[in-house]
């Protein structure tokens, strides 16, 4: 028998797929409560059938949202997953935070990380976004591929502002600003 198993928490959901009974099976609970119960060939087709299962839920409950988070929710969230966030993520949290109108390029947020290029922080900022999205999903604008834009859990271009800029601008939400600066994780 193998031990192969993954799990992650998100949000109000568990997802956990491992091998047992001779299947690769994988489960979603919430609130003690089986939501999905998926066997596939291999563990990575389960995996991904549990994240597309998650997606759709969070998707759902973005839906049913009729208002925006509020500041006291977002801190909340921020507390709650400050143990996952890495130094690099907290940097350009604080970074986006302090910018002047909390305005600011990739190119800033990888050097407030440390990172070597805008591209290394458009994915560590697209995982971020992801991590709050899991926990508190708003409706996020899609790609042409169909795929969401994580980064905008926590941001919204704002190059319509100054379409003459030479680099895509991030402004912060205000709530989620406002929650950031109120979780006291930074």
Known sequence: MSEEMKTIKAGPF???????DNAYRGVM?????????IRRATLDEVWRALCDALYEQQISLAAARLDEPTAAEIAKVFVRIAHQLTAGHKAML????????????????????????????????GILGAMLFAELPIDLPMRK???????CTIA???????????????????????GLAASGIL
């Open 145 to 151: 591929d169909g795929s969401r834009v994580m980064t």
């Open 94 to 125: 604080r970074a986006h935070l302090n910018a002047s109108d909390q305005r600011i390029t990739a190119t800033q947020l990888a050097k407030a990380a440390d990172y070597a290029t805008y591209s290394a922080a458009n994915l560590q900022y």
């Open 156 to 178: 919204w271009g704002d190059n319509a502002r100054n379409p003459d800029e030479e680099h895509w601008v991030w402004r912060m939400r205000p709530y989620v600003a406002e």
């Open 14 to 20: 568990t997802l956990v797929a491992r091998f047992i």
């Open 29 to 37: 609970w919430a609130d003690g409560e089986m939501v999905v119960d």
